[in-house]
């Protein structure tokens, strides 16, 4: 009888080798892209905080992320081996950061300035006298009552170059800035402003394949 068992014992055993051997080591093992949302990187810069593990989820599209930011009612989706953080500069401003692995090699040969050390940065401030303030240097102070007002005004740092729709909203997509800190960027007004940043770009024809899928996933959880 005892000898019965072991030799059941062994062929159980025996058996559930051949079959991890045979079957796909994926069969055994959590994807890893799964692994990746809870081994989310540290950015090692100071300042900066890698987002909550719970914003990100498997996206639909295979090796992709999707990042959910409850607080601003928006999200996007990304690739699972582009680094993601987060940084709050003040109370009326948030910013996420996105960077691909071709320029986290470029930054850490320090071959581009900080000024385009990202791929995309999304930001936001709750209205665009905000925006204004924190994007004109030295906190300066005007009043605009939409972002409309804003783009038409010759003063500021920027170059309009047309209006576009992106998550159903009315957005602007022009060159913000001047000199080495100049960067395609997009302006979408929906309570509150949207500033989607994208520093590898110095104009729309720059976007890479990648940036704009990410573009396209952009939407808002309300609408």
Known sequence: MKYTTIIGIITIVVGALIIQKWLPISFFKEPTTAKKINELESPKIPGYIPVPIQAVTMSSTKGWFTYTNLSHDYQFDYPS????????ASQDEMRIYLRSPSTEKQFERKVPPPEYSHDLIVSFWPDINSFYSNTNGAGLKKTYTNLAEYMAEKNTPNKVIGKLTVAGQPAYDAILG?????????LIEHDGIYHL???TA???SELTTIQQQILSSFRFKSK
Request: no cysteine; net charge negative; charged share 30%.
């Open 202 to 204: 110095w104009d729309k």
């Open 197 to 199: 940043s994208f520093e």
């Open 81 to 88: 081996d582009w680094k993601i953080y987060y940084y709050e």
């Open 178 to 186: 001047g000199g080495e800190g100049a960067n395609y960027s997009i």
